[in-house]
Protein backbone atom coordinates (compact mmCIF):
# COMPACT_ATOMS: atom_id res chain seq x y z
CA UNK A 1 0.00 0.00 0.00
CA UNK A 2 1.20 3.09 -0.68
CA UNK A 3 2.37 5.55 1.97
CA UNK A 4 -0.02 8.53 1.11
CA UNK A 5 -3.07 6.03 1.30
CA UNK A 6 -2.10 4.66 4.30
CA UNK A 7 -1.55 8.31 5.77
CA UNK A 8 -4.72 9.61 4.48
CA UNK A 9 -6.60 6.50 5.63
CA UNK A 10 -4.67 6.78 8.82
CA UNK A 11 -5.19 11.56 9.57
CA UNK A 12 -9.08 10.64 8.53
CA UNK A 13 -9.52 7.62 10.83
CA UNK A 14 -8.19 10.21 13.32
CA UNK A 15 -9.69 12.99 12.86
CA UNK A 16 -13.15 10.68 13.29
CA UNK A 17 -12.25 9.61 16.49
CA UNK A 18 -11.66 13.12 17.84
CA UNK A 19 -14.44 14.45 16.55
CA UNK A 20 -16.23 11.74 18.20
CA UNK A 21 -14.59 11.48 21.20
CA UNK A 22 -14.78 15.31 21.41
CA UNK A 23 -18.91 14.97 21.49
CA UNK A 24 -18.77 12.75 24.07
CA UNK A 25 -16.42 14.20 26.45
CA UNK A 26 -18.64 17.54 25.94
CA UNK A 27 -21.71 14.97 27.31
CA UNK A 28 -19.52 13.37 29.89
CA UNK A 29 -18.69 16.37 31.48
CA UNK A 30 -22.19 17.58 31.36
CA UNK A 31 -23.18 14.72 33.11
CA UNK A 32 -20.05 14.59 35.74
CA UNK A 33 -20.49 17.93 36.70
CA UNK A 34 -24.00 17.73 37.51
CA UNK A 35 -23.35 14.38 39.56
CA UNK A 36 -20.36 15.94 41.34
CA UNK A 37 -22.95 19.22 41.92
CA UNK A 38 -26.30 16.99 42.43
CA UNK A 39 -27.71 17.98 39.59
CA UNK A 40 -29.42 16.44 36.93
CA UNK A 41 -27.79 17.63 33.82
CA UNK A 42 -29.07 16.80 30.24
CA UNK A 43 -31.51 14.24 29.82
CA UNK A 44 -33.16 15.15 27.27
CA UNK A 45 -31.97 13.92 24.23
CA UNK A 46 -31.41 11.00 23.72
CA UNK A 47 -30.87 8.09 26.62
CA UNK A 48 -29.08 9.64 29.21
CA UNK A 49 -29.04 12.93 27.17
CA UNK A 50 -26.36 11.54 24.83
CA UNK A 51 -27.52 13.14 21.97
CA UNK A 52 -27.29 16.48 23.53
CA UNK A 53 -23.81 17.43 22.01
CA UNK A 54 -25.19 16.77 18.76
CA UNK A 55 -28.24 19.21 19.45
CA UNK A 56 -26.12 21.79 20.57
CA UNK A 57 -24.00 21.22 17.37
CA UNK A 58 -26.72 21.50 15.31
CA UNK A 59 -28.17 24.64 17.05
CA UNK A 60 -25.01 26.15 16.66
CA UNK A 61 -25.04 25.38 12.99
CA UNK A 62 -28.02 27.35 12.23
CA UNK A 63 -27.51 29.77 14.20
CA UNK A 64 -26.20 32.87 12.35
CA UNK A 65 -22.80 34.25 12.96
CA UNK A 66 -22.79 37.52 13.84
CA UNK A 67 -20.21 40.15 12.92
CA UNK A 68 -19.13 42.69 15.63
CA UNK A 69 -18.85 46.66 13.67
CA UNK A 70 -15.37 46.96 14.77
CA UNK A 71 -13.90 43.71 14.03
CA UNK A 72 -11.06 42.70 11.82
CA UNK A 73 -12.90 40.74 9.22
CA UNK A 74 -10.58 38.52 7.86
CA UNK A 75 -8.46 37.92 11.50
CA UNK A 76 -11.84 37.23 13.09
CA UNK A 77 -13.03 34.62 11.01
CA UNK A 78 -9.16 32.96 10.82
CA UNK A 79 -8.77 32.79 14.62
CA UNK A 80 -11.33 29.92 15.19
CA UNK A 81 -9.81 27.72 12.31
CA UNK A 82 -6.41 28.52 13.76
CA UNK A 83 -8.01 27.52 17.12
CA UNK A 84 -8.43 23.85 15.84
CA UNK A 85 -5.82 22.95 13.14
CA UNK A 86 -2.91 22.92 16.02
CA UNK A 87 -5.20 20.71 18.45
CA UNK A 88 -6.39 18.68 15.34
CA UNK A 89 -2.61 17.65 14.54
CA UNK A 90 -1.43 17.22 17.85
CA UNK A 91 -3.69 14.23 18.38
CA UNK A 92 -1.26 12.90 15.00
CA UNK A 93 1.56 11.41 17.06
CA UNK A 94 -0.48 10.24 19.70
CA UNK A 95 -0.41 6.25 19.72
CA UNK A 96 -3.48 4.70 20.53
CA UNK A 97 -2.49 0.92 20.62
CA UNK A 98 0.26 -1.58 19.96
CA UNK A 99 1.08 -2.04 16.61
CA UNK A 100 -1.18 -4.64 14.76
CA UNK A 101 -0.47 -6.74 12.00
CA UNK A 102 -2.39 -7.23 8.89
CA UNK A 103 -1.42 -9.64 6.11
CA UNK A 104 2.32 -9.36 6.88
CA UNK A 105 2.53 -6.17 6.75
CA UNK A 106 3.01 -4.22 10.38
CA UNK A 107 1.09 -0.98 10.87
CA UNK A 108 1.21 1.35 13.45
CA UNK A 109 -2.16 2.94 15.28
CA UNK A 110 -0.48 6.55 15.18
CA UNK A 111 -0.58 8.38 12.54
CA UNK A 112 3.35 9.55 12.54
CA UNK A 113 6.46 8.61 15.28
CA UNK A 114 8.07 11.42 14.93
CA UNK A 115 11.53 11.80 15.80
CA UNK A 116 10.81 14.66 17.90
CA UNK A 117 7.66 13.66 18.66
CA UNK A 118 7.56 15.57 21.72
CA UNK A 119 8.77 18.77 20.31
CA UNK A 120 6.17 18.49 18.18
CA UNK A 121 3.81 18.65 20.08
CA UNK A 122 5.02 21.77 22.27
CA UNK A 123 5.50 23.18 18.90
CA UNK A 124 1.53 23.00 18.03
CA UNK A 125 0.96 23.81 21.99
CA UNK A 126 2.75 26.94 21.59
CA UNK A 127 0.73 28.13 18.15
CA UNK A 128 -2.87 27.30 19.97
CA UNK A 129 -1.81 30.56 21.63
CA UNK A 130 -2.40 32.44 18.20
CA UNK A 131 -6.08 31.83 17.63
CA UNK A 132 -6.68 33.15 21.49
CA UNK A 133 -4.96 36.11 21.13
CA UNK A 134 -5.85 36.57 17.57
CA UNK A 135 -9.56 36.19 18.43
CA UNK A 136 -9.39 38.61 21.06
CA UNK A 137 -7.70 41.29 19.11
CA UNK A 138 -9.73 41.26 16.68
CA UNK A 139 -13.45 41.38 17.64
CA UNK A 140 -12.52 44.95 18.28
CA UNK A 141 -14.20 45.17 21.98
CA UNK A 142 -12.83 45.36 25.40
CA UNK A 143 -13.51 42.44 27.35
CA UNK A 144 -12.10 39.93 24.59
CA UNK A 145 -9.21 42.30 24.19
CA UNK A 146 -8.22 41.81 28.37
CA UNK A 147 -9.22 38.03 27.76
CA UNK A 148 -6.46 37.78 24.92
CA UNK A 149 -4.05 39.56 26.76
CA UNK A 150 -4.59 37.40 29.77
CA UNK A 151 -4.32 34.15 27.58
CA UNK A 152 -0.89 35.25 26.39
CA UNK A 153 0.49 36.05 29.43
CA UNK A 154 -0.76 32.99 31.04
CA UNK A 155 0.07 30.86 28.15
CA UNK A 156 3.27 31.67 27.81
CA UNK A 157 3.90 31.48 31.62
CA UNK A 158 2.72 27.56 31.70
CA UNK A 159 4.17 26.48 28.51
CA UNK A 160 7.79 26.77 30.11
CA UNK A 161 6.73 24.59 33.04
CA UNK A 162 5.10 22.27 30.81
CA UNK A 163 8.18 21.86 28.24
CA UNK A 164 10.66 21.80 31.76
CA UNK A 165 7.91 18.81 33.07
CA UNK A 166 9.05 17.18 29.93
CA UNK A 167 12.52 17.09 30.18
CA UNK A 168 12.89 13.88 32.82
CA UNK A 169 10.83 11.98 31.25
CA UNK A 170 12.93 12.60 28.16
CA UNK A 171 16.21 12.22 30.06
CA UNK A 172 15.03 8.91 31.42
CA UNK A 173 13.51 7.52 27.81
CA UNK A 174 16.72 8.67 26.15
CA UNK A 175 14.66 9.56 23.27
CA UNK A 176 12.07 12.08 21.95
CA UNK A 177 9.64 10.16 19.75
CA UNK A 178 6.32 8.96 21.57
CA UNK A 179 6.21 5.68 20.59
CA UNK A 180 9.50 5.21 21.95
CA UNK A 181 8.70 6.54 25.22
CA UNK A 182 5.77 4.20 25.04
CA UNK A 183 8.37 1.58 24.76
CA UNK A 184 10.14 2.24 27.67
CA UNK A 185 7.70 1.91 29.74
CA UNK A 186 6.76 -1.36 29.04
CA UNK A 187 7.57 -4.10 31.85
CA UNK A 188 7.79 -4.18 35.20
CA UNK A 189 9.62 -2.72 38.06
CA UNK A 190 10.30 -5.57 40.35
CA UNK A 191 7.27 -8.58 40.21
CA UNK A 192 3.90 -6.24 39.57
CA UNK A 193 4.69 -2.74 39.29
CA UNK A 194 4.35 -1.33 36.14
CA UNK A 195 7.18 0.31 35.03
CA UNK A 196 5.56 4.03 33.93
CA UNK A 197 6.81 7.17 34.24
CA UNK A 198 4.66 8.12 37.34
CA UNK A 199 7.50 7.65 38.80
CA UNK A 200 8.69 10.70 38.13
CA UNK A 201 5.75 12.37 40.17
CA UNK A 202 7.16 15.69 40.11
CA UNK A 203 6.87 15.67 36.18
CA UNK A 204 3.80 14.31 36.34
CA UNK A 205 2.24 16.94 38.52
CA UNK A 206 3.28 19.65 36.91
CA UNK A 207 2.86 18.82 34.09
CA UNK A 208 -1.11 18.09 34.62
CA UNK A 209 -1.00 21.61 36.30
CA UNK A 210 0.16 23.16 33.19
CA UNK A 211 -1.63 21.37 31.17
CA UNK A 212 -4.98 22.78 33.03
CA UNK A 213 -3.47 25.92 32.39
CA UNK A 214 -2.84 25.71 28.86
CA UNK A 215 -6.27 24.56 27.81
CA UNK A 216 -7.79 27.50 29.91
CA UNK A 217 -9.71 24.90 32.25
CA UNK A 218 -10.83 26.15 35.75
CA UNK A 219 -9.08 26.73 37.68
CA UNK A 220 -6.81 28.64 35.41
CA UNK A 221 -10.10 29.62 33.04
CA UNK A 222 -8.98 33.96 33.97
CA UNK A 223 -9.00 33.45 29.99
CA UNK A 224 -12.86 33.46 29.77
CA UNK A 225 -14.09 34.44 33.81
CA UNK A 226 -17.47 35.02 32.95
CA UNK A 227 -17.85 36.83 36.36
CA UNK A 228 -15.20 39.60 35.70
CA UNK A 229 -14.74 39.79 31.23
CA UNK A 230 -18.04 38.17 30.29
CA UNK A 231 -16.24 34.98 28.12
CA UNK A 232 -12.90 36.92 27.83
CA UNK A 233 -12.02 35.98 24.13
CA UNK A 234 -14.88 34.76 22.83
CA UNK A 235 -16.97 37.15 23.92
CA UNK A 236 -18.45 38.67 20.49
CA UNK A 237 -18.29 34.90 18.69
CA UNK A 238 -21.44 33.10 17.96
CA UNK A 239 -22.93 29.96 15.98
CA UNK A 240 -20.71 27.92 14.24
CA UNK A 241 -17.45 30.42 14.64
CA UNK A 242 -18.06 30.05 18.68
CA UNK A 243 -19.12 26.18 18.15
CA UNK A 244 -14.89 25.93 16.74
CA UNK A 245 -13.31 27.21 19.53
CA UNK A 246 -15.62 25.06 22.05
CA UNK A 247 -14.72 22.01 19.93
CA UNK A 248 -10.88 22.92 20.04
CA UNK A 249 -11.24 23.34 24.06
CA UNK A 250 -12.48 19.99 24.63
CA UNK A 251 -9.97 18.46 21.41
CA UNK A 252 -7.14 19.95 23.71
CA UNK A 253 -8.77 18.55 27.11
CA UNK A 254 -8.61 15.02 25.39
CA UNK A 255 -5.11 15.98 23.97
CA UNK A 256 -3.88 16.79 27.12
CA UNK A 257 -5.11 13.64 28.70
CA UNK A 258 -3.94 11.03 26.44
CA UNK A 259 -0.36 12.81 26.22
CA UNK A 260 -0.79 12.55 30.40
CA UNK A 261 -1.57 8.72 29.52
CA UNK A 262 1.10 8.42 27.08
CA UNK A 263 3.70 9.64 28.81
CA UNK A 264 3.58 8.98 32.50
CA UNK A 265 0.73 6.12 32.24
CA UNK A 266 2.50 3.75 30.00
CA UNK A 267 0.13 4.47 26.76
CA UNK A 268 -1.72 1.23 25.47
CA UNK A 269 0.61 -0.81 27.75
CA UNK A 270 -1.25 -3.16 29.91
CA UNK A 271 -1.70 -6.56 30.45
CA UNK A 272 -3.14 -8.67 27.13
CA UNK A 273 -4.62 -12.19 28.52
CA UNK A 274 -4.15 -14.95 26.73
CA UNK A 275 -7.55 -16.29 26.07
CA UNK A 276 -8.47 -14.01 24.21
CA UNK A 277 -8.76 -14.34 20.61
CA UNK A 278 -5.45 -13.26 18.34
CA UNK A 279 -8.03 -11.60 16.17
CA UNK A 280 -9.18 -9.11 19.11
CA UNK A 281 -6.26 -9.57 21.02
CA UNK A 282 -4.89 -5.86 19.46
CA UNK A 283 -8.22 -4.45 20.50
CA UNK A 284 -7.04 -4.96 24.50
CA UNK A 285 -4.01 -2.52 24.23
CA UNK A 286 -6.55 0.26 22.82
CA UNK A 287 -8.41 -0.54 25.60
CA UNK A 288 -5.77 0.35 27.90
CA UNK A 289 -5.12 3.38 26.28
CA UNK A 290 -8.93 4.84 26.08
CA UNK A 291 -9.10 3.70 30.01
CA UNK A 292 -5.99 5.71 31.23
CA UNK A 293 -6.95 8.86 28.80
CA UNK A 294 -10.84 8.63 30.07
CA UNK A 295 -9.38 8.22 33.84
CA UNK A 296 -7.60 12.04 33.38
CA UNK A 297 -10.57 13.62 31.37
CA UNK A 298 -12.26 12.61 34.27
CA UNK A 299 -9.73 14.31 36.74
CA UNK A 300 -10.12 17.30 34.50
CA UNK A 301 -13.80 17.72 35.17
CA UNK A 302 -13.60 16.87 38.46
CA UNK A 303 -11.05 19.58 39.23
CA UNK A 304 -13.46 21.93 37.06
CA UNK A 305 -16.33 21.10 39.57
CA UNK A 306 -13.99 21.47 42.90
CA UNK A 307 -11.59 24.28 42.46
CA UNK A 308 -12.35 27.63 42.76
CA UNK A 309 -10.76 30.31 40.20
CA UNK A 310 -7.28 31.62 40.94
CA UNK A 311 -6.90 35.17 41.05
CA UNK A 312 -4.41 36.99 38.14
CA UNK A 313 -1.61 37.44 40.03
CA UNK A 314 -1.85 33.86 42.30
CA UNK A 315 -1.87 32.21 38.79
CA UNK A 316 1.71 34.00 38.31
CA UNK A 317 3.41 34.06 40.95
CA UNK A 318 2.71 30.54 41.24
CA UNK A 319 3.75 29.72 37.62
CA UNK A 320 6.88 31.22 37.44
CA UNK A 321 7.96 31.27 41.20
CA UNK A 322 6.95 28.08 42.08
CA UNK A 323 6.30 25.14 39.02
CA UNK A 324 9.58 26.82 36.96
CA UNK A 325 12.30 26.63 40.03
CA UNK A 326 10.50 23.20 41.52
CA UNK A 327 10.61 22.31 37.31
CA UNK A 328 14.32 23.16 37.29
CA UNK A 329 15.51 21.71 40.85
CA UNK A 330 13.48 18.26 39.18
CA UNK A 331 15.24 18.57 36.70
CA UNK A 332 19.10 18.24 37.90
CA UNK A 333 18.32 15.88 40.87
CA UNK A 334 17.10 13.24 37.68
CA UNK A 335 20.01 14.10 35.58
CA UNK A 336 22.18 13.79 38.59
CA UNK A 337 20.95 10.54 39.31
CA UNK A 338 21.13 9.23 35.38
CA UNK A 339 25.19 10.10 35.61
CA UNK A 340 25.23 8.00 38.63
CA UNK A 341 23.60 5.51 37.41
CA UNK A 342 25.49 5.52 34.13
CA UNK A 343 28.86 6.35 35.22
CA UNK A 344 29.39 5.42 38.72
CA UNK A 345 29.71 7.99 41.98
CA UNK A 346 32.13 10.72 41.05
CA UNK A 347 34.96 9.70 44.04
CA UNK A 348 35.09 6.08 43.08
CA UNK B 1 7.16 16.50 -7.50
CA UNK B 2 5.38 16.86 -4.50
CA UNK B 3 8.10 18.43 -2.96
CA UNK B 4 7.95 20.81 -6.00
CA UNK B 5 4.38 21.75 -5.00
CA UNK B 6 5.28 21.70 -0.91
CA UNK B 7 8.10 24.24 -1.70
CA UNK B 8 6.45 26.50 -3.73
CA UNK B 9 3.40 27.02 -1.64
CA UNK B 10 5.03 27.65 1.30
CA UNK B 11 7.97 29.74 0.05
CA UNK B 12 5.25 31.88 -1.91
CA UNK B 13 3.72 32.44 1.98
CA UNK B 14 6.96 33.14 3.06
CA UNK B 15 8.07 36.39 0.75
CA UNK B 16 4.79 37.42 1.33
CA UNK B 17 4.73 37.64 4.85
CA UNK B 18 7.84 39.13 4.68
CA UNK B 19 6.61 41.68 2.19
CA UNK B 20 3.34 42.21 4.69
CA UNK B 21 5.51 42.56 7.45
CA UNK B 22 7.43 45.11 6.44
CA UNK B 23 4.63 47.43 4.34
CA UNK B 24 1.83 46.79 6.68
CA UNK B 25 0.30 50.21 8.67
CA UNK B 26 -0.88 47.76 11.23
CA UNK B 27 1.76 46.14 13.80
CA UNK B 28 -0.82 43.47 14.25
CA UNK B 29 -0.80 42.23 10.61
CA UNK B 30 2.98 42.91 10.56
CA UNK B 31 3.54 40.50 13.18
CA UNK B 32 0.88 38.39 11.87
CA UNK B 33 3.20 38.31 8.59
CA UNK B 34 6.21 37.47 10.35
CA UNK B 35 4.92 34.72 12.13
CA UNK B 36 3.73 33.35 8.19
CA UNK B 37 7.54 33.81 6.93
CA UNK B 38 9.10 31.70 10.43
CA UNK B 39 6.27 29.31 10.07
CA UNK B 40 7.31 29.11 6.25
CA UNK B 41 10.74 28.53 6.80
CA UNK B 42 10.10 25.64 9.46
CA UNK B 43 8.52 24.11 7.12
CA UNK B 44 11.76 24.90 4.28
CA UNK B 45 13.95 22.92 7.26
CA UNK B 46 11.34 19.98 7.41
CA UNK B 47 11.76 19.56 3.88
CA UNK B 48 15.25 19.66 4.50
CA UNK B 49 15.33 17.05 7.39
CA UNK B 50 16.27 19.40 9.64
CA UNK B 51 13.72 17.84 11.90
CA UNK B 52 14.97 19.45 14.72
CA UNK B 53 15.64 22.80 13.90
CA UNK B 54 12.22 23.09 12.51
CA UNK B 55 11.05 21.90 15.62
CA UNK B 56 12.84 25.04 17.68
CA UNK B 57 12.14 27.46 14.81
CA UNK B 58 8.32 26.82 16.07
CA UNK B 59 8.60 26.75 19.12
CA UNK B 60 10.93 29.42 20.04
CA UNK B 61 10.39 31.83 17.31
CA UNK B 62 6.72 31.04 16.24
CA UNK B 63 6.02 30.52 19.77
CA UNK B 64 7.59 32.19 22.08
CA UNK B 65 9.05 35.51 20.25
CA UNK B 66 6.46 36.14 18.54
CA UNK B 67 3.54 35.57 21.47
CA UNK B 68 5.88 38.29 23.35
CA UNK B 69 5.72 40.81 20.14
CA UNK B 70 1.62 40.41 19.94
CA UNK B 71 1.55 40.27 23.86
CA UNK B 72 3.76 43.91 24.04
CA UNK B 73 1.37 44.91 20.71
CA UNK B 74 -1.63 44.77 22.61
CA UNK B 75 -0.51 45.75 25.55
CA UNK B 76 0.54 49.46 24.69
CA UNK B 77 -2.44 49.52 22.64
CA UNK B 78 -1.04 50.61 19.50
CA UNK B 79 -3.80 52.65 17.30
CA UNK B 80 -4.62 51.49 14.16
CA UNK B 81 -5.29 55.31 13.12
CA UNK B 82 -1.31 55.62 14.04
CA UNK B 83 0.31 56.45 11.01
CA UNK B 84 3.90 56.86 10.36
CA UNK B 85 5.02 60.02 8.64
CA UNK B 86 7.56 59.02 5.36
CA UNK B 87 11.28 58.05 6.68
CA UNK B 88 13.84 60.97 5.41
CA UNK B 89 15.51 60.60 2.68
CA UNK B 90 18.94 59.65 4.37
CA UNK B 91 17.27 56.13 5.69
CA UNK B 92 15.38 55.25 2.15
CA UNK B 93 18.64 55.49 0.56
CA UNK B 94 20.69 53.25 3.44
CA UNK B 95 17.60 50.30 2.84
CA UNK B 96 18.32 50.53 -0.82
CA UNK B 97 22.41 49.91 -0.15
CA UNK B 98 21.75 48.04 2.90
CA UNK B 99 19.40 45.44 0.73
CA UNK B 100 21.52 45.16 -1.97
CA UNK B 101 24.45 44.62 0.15
CA UNK B 102 22.61 41.90 2.12
CA UNK B 103 21.53 40.30 -1.42
CA UNK B 104 25.28 40.10 -2.59
CA UNK B 105 26.02 38.21 0.45
CA UNK B 106 23.44 35.81 -0.02
CA UNK B 107 24.24 35.40 -3.63
CA UNK B 108 27.72 34.95 -2.55
CA UNK B 109 27.38 32.39 0.02
CA UNK B 110 24.92 30.38 -2.26
CA UNK B 111 27.46 30.87 -4.88
CA UNK B 112 28.94 27.24 -4.65
CA UNK B 113 26.11 25.98 -5.09
CA UNK B 114 24.55 27.50 -8.26
CA UNK B 115 28.05 27.06 -10.29
CA UNK B 116 29.03 23.48 -9.16
CA UNK B 117 25.70 22.32 -8.27
CA UNK B 118 26.93 20.89 -5.20
CA UNK B 119 26.16 21.85 -1.60
CA UNK B 120 28.35 24.74 -0.54
CA UNK B 121 29.20 23.30 2.78
CA UNK B 122 29.75 20.31 2.10
CA UNK B 123 29.18 17.35 3.87
CA UNK B 124 26.31 15.69 1.59
CA UNK B 125 24.92 12.71 3.88
CA UNK B 126 22.78 15.45 6.05
CA UNK B 127 21.47 13.85 9.01
CA UNK B 128 19.04 16.56 10.94
CA UNK B 129 17.82 14.21 13.65
CA UNK B 130 17.68 15.00 17.36
CA UNK B 131 20.93 12.60 18.11
CA UNK B 132 22.88 13.93 15.06
CA UNK B 133 22.23 17.56 16.64
CA UNK B 134 23.44 16.25 19.86
CA UNK B 135 26.28 14.53 18.58
CA UNK B 136 27.92 17.41 17.08
CA UNK B 137 26.60 20.44 19.45
CA UNK B 138 28.35 17.95 22.41
CA UNK B 139 31.05 17.11 20.09
CA UNK B 140 32.35 18.93 17.87
CA UNK B 141 31.33 21.93 18.80
CA UNK B 142 31.18 21.48 22.63
CA UNK B 143 33.21 24.83 23.78
CA UNK B 144 31.37 27.05 21.15
CA UNK B 145 27.98 25.64 22.87
CA UNK B 146 28.94 26.26 26.17
CA UNK B 147 30.04 29.56 25.21
CA UNK B 148 27.13 30.55 23.67
CA UNK B 149 25.05 29.31 26.80
CA UNK B 150 27.30 31.41 29.02
CA UNK B 151 26.78 34.47 26.91
CA UNK B 152 23.31 34.14 27.18
CA UNK B 153 23.53 33.30 30.95
CA UNK B 154 25.19 36.38 31.57
CA UNK B 155 22.98 38.25 29.34
CA UNK B 156 20.03 37.00 30.85
CA UNK B 157 21.35 38.03 34.42
CA UNK B 158 22.83 41.22 33.50
CA UNK B 159 19.25 41.82 32.46
CA UNK B 160 17.78 40.92 35.89
CA UNK B 161 20.45 42.47 37.80
CA UNK B 162 20.07 46.09 35.68
CA UNK B 163 15.96 45.89 36.48
CA UNK B 164 16.52 44.89 40.29
CA UNK B 165 19.32 46.25 41.46
CA UNK B 166 18.81 49.48 40.00
CA UNK B 167 15.32 49.61 41.37
CA UNK B 168 14.42 52.43 43.31
CA UNK B 169 11.06 52.04 45.17
CA UNK B 170 8.17 54.42 46.14
CA UNK B 171 9.34 54.15 49.39
CA UNK B 172 12.80 54.76 49.00
CA UNK B 173 12.26 58.17 46.86
CA UNK B 174 9.84 59.16 49.86
CA UNK B 175 12.49 59.34 52.44
CA UNK B 176 14.95 61.16 50.08
CA UNK B 177 12.81 63.58 49.26
Known amino acids: ?348 | MAEVVVFSIFAAVALVGAVVMVTASNPVYSAIGLLGAMFSIAVMYVMLDAHFVAAVQVIIYAGAVMTLFLFVIMLIGVDTSDVYGMRPMVQRVMTVVVSIGFFAAIVLAARGAWITGSDAFGSGDFNGTIEAVADNLFGNWTIVFLSTVMLLTIAALGTIALAYFGHVSADDEEATL
Open chain 1, 1 to 348: MSIFIEATIKVIAAFVFLLLTTLIIIWAERKWVSDLQNRIGPDRAGPFGILQSLADGAKAFFKESIRPARADFVIYMAAPIAAVLPALLIFLVIPIGAPVEIGGTEYTLQVMDLNIGLLYVLALSSIAVYAITLAGWSSGSKYPLLGAVRASAQMISYEAAMGLALVPVVLFAGTTSIAGIVDGQQGTFGAFLPAWNIVLLPSFVIFLIAGFAETNRAPFDLVEAESEIVGGYHTEYSGLTFAMFFLAEYINVFNISALTATLFLGGWAGPVPDFLPTAIQWLVPIFWFLLKTWAVVFLFVWVRATLPRMRYDQLMAFGWKRLIPVSLAWIILCAVAIGFREFGAPWS
